[in-house]
């Protein structure tokens, strides 16, 4: 099976963080959706994956390693991915495409099993996105399953939104179209919001051994740092959950934080500030005393409070 990432920018532009950084690398403890995309991908034995941005991974330290790691093929636009696709020798191949900023990602077996049993030429799993408790708007298909017929038609047409597009086009030739409805909704993290959820429901599923296979160390009760973090004295609140500290980041003296928490790398927080459930982005710079309670803080996002 083929699999094609689609950067969630080539499709949309209202991401908040565009600007600062792709949504597929915003962190999910302490990993970027991307890395857990592809984590996934790997644990159902894909490997033919292609990314297709229109960004230079080379302009993005993060990007261009996650493409070394995972030894990916990249692609600007769907058409020529699908055209390499169908001159290939493995053309008779499905294809799977998604965008790499869902949580939680479905069951693939699932999914493959319900295509073929129902012989179709395409099914798909619509999204879905969340703007705050119970606040949740379903929008179009998040991830497409396409068998080799469907590849071969898709190839030459022109997509601009490829994942709505490609069941409707479908649906016009004649080929079988359905869709798959999995356990639990497959969030679009596309927001603030979104981020945080997908970063508190991981830590609330989240154990000992999964901490530490993310190169977490656990230095007291509550409190997991990553290489090169220094934290000094700092108050952890034993009743609430895990306090993640990102790599080269600086705790200083008499901060409070309570979990689910999240301290993304670079970050620096002064003293006696308090981050309640929160999740602070990567190089994020709180001042002695800030206040953070379950909200998600970034560079940009202080920049645009400073001069509001």
Known sequence: MHVLL??????????PFATETPAFLLPVVHRSLLRLTLQWLRHHDLGDVTLVTGRNPAE????AATVVDFDLNTAVTVERALARIVSSHRRTEAVLMLRPNLH????????????????RGVTFVKGSAVFGPGQYAFGPPALVLLSAIGTRVMANATLQRPLAEIPRMARRKGIPVGHFDPCAPIVEVNNAYALFQANLGSLRMGNDRMLQSRGLRQVRANLWIADGARVGDIKVDPTGGPVIVGANSEIDDGVLMRGPTVIGRGVNVGKRACIHKGLVLDDTYLSNEDFVAESVVSPRMRAKVSSG
Request: net charge negative.
């Open 6 to 15: 689609l950067d969630a920018h080539y499709e949309h532009h209202r991401y």
């Open 60 to 63: 993005d330290y993060d990007l």
């Open 104 to 119: 939680p990602l479905p069951d693939l077996r699932a999914i493959a099993a319900d295509h073929h049993a129902k012989k």
